[in-house]
Nanobody, 124 residues
Framework: QVQLVESGGGSVQAGGSLRLSCAAS????????MGWFRQAPGKEREFVAA????????YYAASVKGRFTISRDNGKNTVYLQMNSLSPEDTAVYYC?????????????????WGQGTQVTVSS
């Protein structure tokens, strides 16, 4: 079992930045690829970014590429999402997920564990 706790959400104006954190506890953090997804009201949960177990490879949704950066610190059991140049379209609840298989990281259904989410609100 892996417990995930997100933090760092909040309200920001368009063009601003936020850094989300997801702290993991339970099993060995480095055994899991990690991903960030988001869900806006009335919409499906969508892929945002993912990082492999070692942190060597990262993946991004087209809508956030160049603005968001995912990283992980296996020593601190934490994955981060640095979000820059935020726009109102980025408003959503952001969730982190842990994927033991380490493949198909853009697919929501392959994630084994999820956090409770953190709200990000971007005003124009």
């Amino acid at each position: 079992q892996v417990q995930l706790v997100e933090s760092g959400g909040g309200s920001v104006q368009a063009g601003g930045s936020l850094r989300l954190s997801c702290a993991a506890s339970g099993r060995t953090f480095s055994a899991y690829a990690m991903g960030w997804f988001r869900q806006a009201p009335g919409k499906e949960r969508e892929f945002v970014a993912a990082v492999t177990k070692s942190g060597g490879l990262t993946y991004y949704a087209a809508s956030v590429k160049g603005r968001f950066t995912i990283s992980r610190d296996n020593g601190k059991n934490t994955v981060y999402l640095q979000m820059n140049s935020l726009s109102p379209e980025d408003t959503a609840v952001y969730y982190c997920g842990a994927n033991q298989g380490g493949v198909r990281l853009m697919v929501r259904s392959v994630y084994d564990y999820w956090g409770q989410g953190t709200q990000v609100t971007v005003s124009s």
